[in-house]
């Protein structure tokens, strides 16, 4: 095995297909792989790569895969179908393990080997992406401001349209129903999001609270006992909304509606364009406090959401290779809160003008 050999598992999807051309544009070569031979070979083809069809169900196949290289990065979603099988056979293999999920049963999970992984001297990061990149790094950034910090919000300002990919996930997050933290525990959130007024680097927004992945990774980053993540939603403050976000919880509580919801987001969802990952801005916000009342906030402004997947990602298996952490752990923990500074145009801001 190559010591800087790696793996693309899942390489065929919207988001797949950005993270093997920005590899390639980065000068890396990943064996690319995924359970379709027939959709992995024309994109091998056109990126000049090795290709290796495997499905993550096929457990002696799947090891022997991964024997061969140091790392797997998973970008197959749902990730709570994908991410257990490869990681138990990264743990077979010695083999480290990083995804892009925002799926929280999945982030927790994969926290939760911290010690194996440690044992084993490898690294499992999940969530490696706009979920939870930029937020995680944020969120540090101003808890390691806060002495004792105790509370943290963090609202995301983004533009742009989801992949087919990530629709489905956001679907099944939605079956499971909204969590806050509270007092370290994640709970179920009351009927009607929380609601609030935030002001991101274009403009003052209305936010709805949201079952992120920082729920969990911020956590774990920060120490923060109560979390609370929103999203800015077009019209969250209209009546119009309860009523959609109402319908929407008890939809996605029935399987015959996942089923004909995930056959139209097949047909109709094909993520962002080029132009739109080229133009479009992406605004986090932050603020951390304590029980002495003593707070900070900050902000980034950023690329469009698939796009600095696409550059965190590689910048990331760069950084794995380089430094070599160990543990499961969060983006910000394995490479510090100005990791998301990396990518271009990135900018973080303790104040608005």
Request: glycine fraction near 8%; include cysteine; charge should be negative.
């Amino acid at each position: 095995m190559s010591d800087n050999r790696w793996m693309l598992y899942g390489a065929t999807g919207y988001t797949g297909t950005l993270l093997a051309e920005e590899a390639v544009r980065r000068g890396h070569r990943p064996l690319l792989a995924g359970r379709s031979p027939e959709k992995l070979r024309p994109l091998a083809e056109r990126l000049d790569l090795e290709l290796l069809a495997v499905a993550v169900e096929e457990t002696t196949a799947l090891e022997a895969a991964l024997r061969d290289v140091a790392l797997v990065f998973n970008a197959a979603g749902p990730f709570s179908r994908t991410s257990a099988p490869i990681l138990d056979a990264c743990l077979a293999t010695k083999t480290s393990y990083v995804d892009i999920t925002g799926e929280m049963p999945v982030l927790e999970h994969t926290l939760g080997l911290d010690a194996q992984a440690r044992e084993l001297g490898l690294l499992f990061i999940s969530g490696l992406g706009f979920d939870v990149v930029p937020t995680d790094c944020l969120a540090k950034y101003v808890a390691d401001a806060v002495p004792g910090v105790t509370d943290l919000e963090i609202a995301i300002g983004s533009t742009g349209k989801p992949s087919a990919g990530t629709a489905k996930t956001v679907l099944e997050m939605l079956s499971k129903g909204d969590f806050l933290r509270r007092d370290g525990v994640l709970v179920k959130a009351p009927e009607k999001p929380l609601s609030r007024r935030v002001r991101f680097p274009d403009g003052e927004k209305a936010v709805l609270s949201v079952p992120w992945g920082d729920l969990v990774t911020a956590h774990r980053s920060t120490g923060a006992s109560n979390i609370t993540t929103y999203m800015a939603v077009p019209g969250a403050e209209s009546p119009i909304m309860e009523l959609v976000t109402g319908f929407l919880r008890w939809g996605t509580s029935s399987a015959a509606f996942q089923q004909g919801a995930t056959k139209v987001i097949d047909r109709f969802v094909t993520g962002p364009s080029k132009e739109d990952r080229d133009t479009l801005r992406s605004y986090i916000w932050a603020r951390a406090a304590n029980r002495e009342g003593q707070a900070k906030e900050a902000w980034l402004d950023t690329v469009e959401a698939y796009r600095l997947t696409a550059e965190a990602g590689i910048r990331a298996v760069e950084a794995f290779f380089a430094r070599r952490p160990v543990g499961a752990l969060t983006p910000a923990q394995a490479f510090g809160v100005d990791f998301v500074l990396e990518i271009e145009s990135t900018r973080r801001l303790d104040r608005l003008g």
